[in-house]
Structure formats: structure tokens, C-alpha cells
């Protein structure tokens, strides 16, 4: 019998003798203790989680690409409790506590690296920077356009908008077919960002095609959502590899448009102009980055608020009987002529709002930030510098002890909106770094919901599809691009 000293040297001999043997071995043995460090002594081996994510952070990527990755992290929190690592690297958490560490306290922890994989044409963003300050030399520019106050003096032109989707709502449903609502919210959301931001009406609820002609481009972005976890490097190639395979028509033309559209309003915009373009200008900020920034408002401006306004317009259908309360309220309030209320102050309608927000999915993943040099201990949990942490709004929004039937469209529980309903209310994020635009895209919900109230236009309105399905994107994408309304005289589904 062979002693275990010739069987080593035997082994030993064939690998010698057949370097491919080696070429495998290497690689696989390397992976293995990489994998058993991950799991065992990596400094987030605590953190509870399946094997898969542990190990490698294609889970995330390929969850990520398919667009279910907020829905499957949402099963894995019932599993392993508030902190799940969903990469080697990465941690989500469902507890809302961590808000004002991670988001807000002294301007929050830095956003990860992959808010890169959102630059545009080569610049960073207010939105994609992860630099704070240079993120805020540009936003300290425009931040006066998105105050109160501004909407207020503006308010007159963003009704027109409203005015203007309403009254085509009105007239594709005597039309009888069925309507495409989404694409009726998204023309108004680029009408009521062009119109405050850059003083020019893009107009997009006149267009009479089947698709609103800045969509393909907005898509394109929406779609930068299934690489995001990428590091940019590889993100620049897939994207090149992505634009070069998947180059369609319809994208070209409409990044064309965007392009061109953005591009005249530089030009045409004198530095001194108080316009976001002209005040960018002001900044010392070139052309180019100018457009830029210009052209990340038309797809975060058009994106999320045309999905929450078409969620509010679907669920207003689906329920008639809420529909008539929103009715009564805002018709009462019309009756009082010069004393009526400002429409923010009507408590059923922000109740509608406030729930369309909250279960629309328009943002459903983790907002995902580096914990700083100096680590984190949250709750006797320990974080090390550099691990990325954060929470989404799919976890906080769908949690049944804040939010009973979380599923369900459920106006009047924001009636009696409790400090843990608050706190877990995450719809425009958190901090320094929370949506700039908030004011306006509530204006904007809070308006179009009056007016379709008042208009009747819902009256017989029944929705097409049984369910809306997303890809869970960091801004999320319907599929089919539709949700779907028609005035056909049956009862609602
Ligand atoms: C209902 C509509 C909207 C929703 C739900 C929404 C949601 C969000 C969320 C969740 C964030 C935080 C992202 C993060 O921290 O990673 C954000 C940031 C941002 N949003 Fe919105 N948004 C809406 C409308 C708009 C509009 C209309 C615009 C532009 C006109 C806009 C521009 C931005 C920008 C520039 C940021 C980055 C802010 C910063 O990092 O300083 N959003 N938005």
C-alpha cells in the first residue's frame, strides 16, 4: 500500500506534469479561501444573510438586472431579521432608526460609488456625486427654484400644466379606447419641470404619438438601474456594449431631441438668468456640464412623479368609493369661492397623495451610502469603514406594523398619521441629499389631484390591468410601460 507521503508526491507529479491542472487548481483554491473569508472572517461576518450574497456580490448584480431585488431582500428581512449583507460588502436594513445616522446627521454618510453609473455625458450630477462638495457648489445655485416660495410665484403657470393634462385626460376617455395614463403623468411631470426650471414649456402633453417623445430617453436611463451595483469601470463598458447591441431607433431619436432641447435653452440662456440653466451658468459650471445637469431633471423630474401620479389616477379608479370622498372635499372647498383653502390644505386629498407616494414603487431599492473612516455602531451592531449600508423605501413603506395592509391604497390612514408612520415615510429619501425637487413634485401631485377630482374626469374609469408589475430599478420601470385606464361603462375590476 502506497504511504501518504507517495500519494502526495504522486499528486504532486501530476501537476507538474499537466500545467492545466494547476492553471484550474490555483484559481479555485484562491476562490475558496476568498469565499471562506468572506463567510468567516471578513469584518461583516456577523451580519446575518444567505451563503450566495456572502460570498459574491454577483447575487446583488444578477437580482439587480432582473429587477426583483427589493422584493426578494423583503423576504430575506422576514428570514434574518432587520440587517441582511446582500453582498460581501453590503448591508440593508429595515429599521428606520438608521435614517438619521446613515441620511441625516451631519449631512449623512457619503452615497456609494455606483451613484457614478448615473453621470451624464461625463459629469457628475447634484443627483449622481458622490462628492459633497462639489454636489453642493452646484445645488447651493439652484436650490431658491425649489423653495416654497418660488412654487408660490410660479404656481399659476404649473395649474396651466395641470389644466392642460386634464382636459386632454378628458378628451382621449370620450374617445372610448383604452388610455395609456402613464404616458399622460409623465408629459405632465416634463411640462411642470420645464415650465418652473427652465421657464419653457417642453410641451409634452400636446404630442399626439402613441409615446411621449422624451420617454425612449428617459427609459434609458431608468434602465442604468439593472447595472448599478457595477463598479464604474465595468459599468462604462457593459453601457458601451449595451448601447452598441440594444441601439434602437427610438432612443437615438429621442436622445437626439433631448439633446437638442437641453442645448438650445443653454444657449439662449443669458448667465444672469434666474433659470436653473442660467443660474448653473452663473456658477462658473461650462456648457456642457450645464446640459448635463439640465438633462438629469428631465429624467428624474419626468420619471418619478408621472409614476406616482399615475398610481394615484389607477387607485382613484379602483376604488370609487374613495374617489367620492376626494370628490366631495375638493368640490366643498371650490363652493367657497376667494375663502377656499390652499389645496395643501385639504386633509382627504393629501391623504391620496401621501398614499400614492408611499405605495407607488417609484423608488423601491436601498439608497446605498459608505459608512465613514471612523466605522459605525448602530444598536450594538458594528459596521467597519467602508462597508455600505442603507435602507429602501420597498422595506420601510411595506412594513405591516407601521402600515397595516401595506399592499393595500389606504388614504385614510394618513387621517391620523402617527410619529411612526413619519418615520418610516421615505418616499423622497432622507438628509442633505433627499430630493431637491420634493416641493414641486408634491405641487405637482397635490395640484393634478384637485383638478381631476373636480373634473369628473374618473367618472366610469376602470382600470385594464389586473396588476402593475415593475422591475425593481432604482427608479422603477412598469412593464409594458403601460397602466392602462378605459371608459367603457362596466363596473371596476
Ligand atoms: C414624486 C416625484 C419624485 C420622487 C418620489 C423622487 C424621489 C427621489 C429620491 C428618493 C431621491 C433620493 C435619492 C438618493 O438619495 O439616492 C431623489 C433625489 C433627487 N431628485 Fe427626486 N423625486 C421626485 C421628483 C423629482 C423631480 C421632479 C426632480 C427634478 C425636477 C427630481 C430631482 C432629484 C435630484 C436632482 C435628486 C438628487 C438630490 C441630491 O442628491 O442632492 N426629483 N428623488
Not at 332 to 361: F, W
Not at 378 to 404: R, W
Amino acid at each position: 500500500m502506497l504511504s501518504r507521503m507517495a500519494i502526495h508526491g504522486v499528486i504532486l507529479d501530476e501537476i507538474r506534469a499537466h500545467p492545466l491542472v494547476s492553471l484550474f487548481l490555483t484559481p479555485l483554491t484562491l476562490l475558496l479561501i476568498r469565499s471562506l473569508y468572506r463567510v468567516y472572517f471578513h469584518p461583516l461576518s456577523h451580519i446575518a444573510g444567505p451563503l450566495l450574497p456572502k460570498i459574491t456580490s454577483l447575487w446583488l448584480h444578477y437580482h439587480a438586472y432582473v429587477g426583483d431585488e427589493a422584493s426578494v431582500i423583503h423576504l430575506l428581512h422576514q428570514q434574518y431579521g432587520p440587517y441582511v449583507r446582500v453582498s460581501p460588502d453590503e448591508v440593508d436594513i429595515n429599521d428606520a432608526d438608521v435614517i438619521p445616522p446613515i441620511y441625516v446627521s451631519k449631512g449623512g454618510f457619503p452615497k456609494a460609488p455606483c451613484y457614478a453609473n448615473f453621470d451624464i455625458d461625463g459629469h457628475s450630477t447634484i443627483f449622481s456625486s458622490t462628492n459633497a462638495e462639489y454636489r453642493n457648489s452646484r445645488a447651493k445655485a439652484v436650490v431658491p427654484m425649489f423653495s416654497t416660495k418660488s412654487l408660490r410665484e410660479n404656481e399659476l403657470a404649473i395649474w396651466g400644466c395641470v389644466d392642460r393634462m386634464v382636459e386632454r385626460l378628458i378628451e382621449e376617455s370620450q374617445s372610448k379606447r383604452v388610455v395609456n395614463v402613464l404616458n399622460l403623468t409623465r408629459s405632465l411631470a416634463i411640462d411642470a419641470v420645464s415650465t418652473h426650471l427652465f421657464r419653457e414649456n417642453y410641451d409634452g402633453v400636446s404630442e399626439r404619438g402613441p409615446v411621449l417623445s422624451v420617454s425612449a430617453f428617459v427609459d434609458a436611463f431608468v434602465a442604468v438601474g439593472r447595472f448599478f451595483y457595477l463598479p464604474n469601470t465595468v459599468f462604462v463598458w457593459v453601457d458601451w456594449a449595451v448601447a452598441k447591441w440594444q441601439a434602437d431607433r427610438e432612443t437615438d431619436d429621442s436622445m437626439t431631441l433631448v439633446d437638442r432641447f437641453v442645448g438650445t435653452l443653454v444657449a439662449n440662456t443669458a448667465a444672469k438668468s434666474t433659470t436653473f440653466p442660467g443660474r448653473l451658468l452663473a456658477a462658473g459650471l461650462s456648457d456642457s456640464e450645464t446640459k448635463a445637469q439640465c438633462k438629469d431633471l428631465v429624467f428624474a423630474g419626468t420619471d418619478s412623479t408621472g409614476m406616482n401620479l399615475a398610481t394615484i389616477i389607477r387607485n382613484l379608479a379602483l376604488y370609487p368609493g374613495k374617489y367620492e370622498r376626494l370628490k366631495k372635499q375638493v368640490n366643498a372647498n371650490a363652493a367657497l369661492g376667494g375663502n377656499a383653502l390652499d389645496v395643501q390644505a385639504l386633509p382627504y386629498l393629501n391623504a391620496v397623495v401621501k398614499e400614492g407616494l408611499r405605495i407607488s414603487m417609484a423608488n423601491p431599492t436601498r439608497l446605498p451610502h459608505v459608512v465613514p473612516l471612523s466605522g459605525w455602531t448602530f444598536k450594538d451592531t458594528y459596521f467597519p469603514a467602508g462597508s455600505i449600508v442603507g435602507c429602501s423605501g420597498y422595506e420601510l413603506h411595506l412594513n405591516p406594523a407601521v402600515f397595516p395592509e401595506p399592499q393595500s391604497f389606504r388614504p385614510e390612514r394618513w387621517l391620523k398619521t402617527t410619529d411612526e408612520m413619519s418615520k418610516y415615510w421615505f418616499a423622497f429619501g432622507a438628509g442633505s441629499r433627499a430630493c431637491i425637487a420634493r416641493n414641486l413634485a408634491t405641487m405637482e401631485l397635490q395640484f393634478a389631484t384637485e383638478r381631476l377630482a373636480r373634473s369628473n374626469v374618473l367618472d366610469g374609469a376602470r382600470p385594464v390591468q389586473g396588476e402593475v408589475e415593475i422591475f425593481e430599478w432604482f427608479n422603477s420601470k412598469v412593464k409594458g410601460e403601460k397602466i392602462e385606464l378605459i371608459w367603457d361603462g362596466k363596473v371596476s375590476l
